[in-house]
């Protein structure tokens, strides 16, 4: 019920105009889905560059990105816009939920954990980005790699499943 009641409120935050804060329903767009898979692995070719480079503050926001851009792949595919972070996670929940994507729930924690843990991509991006750390431990790095990666596979699959 949760998923439900905050994926309703994201689409009133969508009616509000053009430059909303939430979640549109508009007609499914390939061309775009297309674009943000795209998007995705840029995202993770930058993640990889970061990394070689030792600017590995930066590296969690690159693989947060890509899997972000990955899920607003999805939801362009099935007909939405989404600018809102939350309400983005929340519909790929929601559509879980309603058996309208086959994707595993640790996949959907990759990205947002429940319980925030420590190896969550969003509060490690959050703290890297807005704290004054300038290097990320090396084997965070690689987990979150190699989550990202996995990640953006996995939501290529469903993309070419879905109708």
């Given at each position: 019920?949760?998923?439900?009641?905050?994926?309703?409120?994201?689409?009133?935050?969508?009616?509000?105009?053009?430059?909303?804060?939430?979640?549109?329903?508009?007609?499914?767009?390939?061309e775009e889905?297309?674009?943000?898979?795209?998007?995705?692995?840029?995202?993770?070719?930058?993640m990889e560059y970061l990394y070689k480079g030792n600017k590995t503050d930066w590296v969690a926001s690159a693989a947060f990105y890509a899997m972000y851009h990955s899920l607003?792949?999805?939801?362009?595919?099935?007909?939405?816009?989404?600018?809102?972070?939350?309400c983005t996670i929340n519909a790929i929940e929601y559509f879980i939920q309603l058996e309208i994507l086959k994707i595993d729930k640790d996949h959907i924690k990759m990205i947002r954990s429940l319980q925030e843990t420590e190896d969550d991509a969003k509060k490690m991006r959050e703290d890297?980005?807005?704290?004054?750390?300038?290097?990320?431990?090396?084997?965070?790095?690689?987990?979150?790699?190699?989550?990202?990666?996995?990640?953006?596979?996995?939501?290529?699959?469903?993309?070419?499943?879905l109708k």
């Open positions: 019920m949760q998923f439900k009641n905050k994926f309703n409120w994201c689409l009133k935050q969508g009616e509000k105009g053009e430059k909303h804060k939430g979640l549109k329903k508009i007609e499914p767009n390939l889905a297309e674009k943000q898979i795209k998007k995705a692995l840029s995202d993770l070719d930058t607003l792949a999805i939801l362009y595919k099935l007909g939405y816009e989404s600018r809102n972070q939350e890297m980005q807005y704290g004054s750390k300038t290097q990320m431990e090396k084997d965070k790095c690689r987990i979150i790699m190699n989550n990202a990666k996995k990640f953006v596979e996995k939501i290529r699959s469903v993309l070419e499943g």
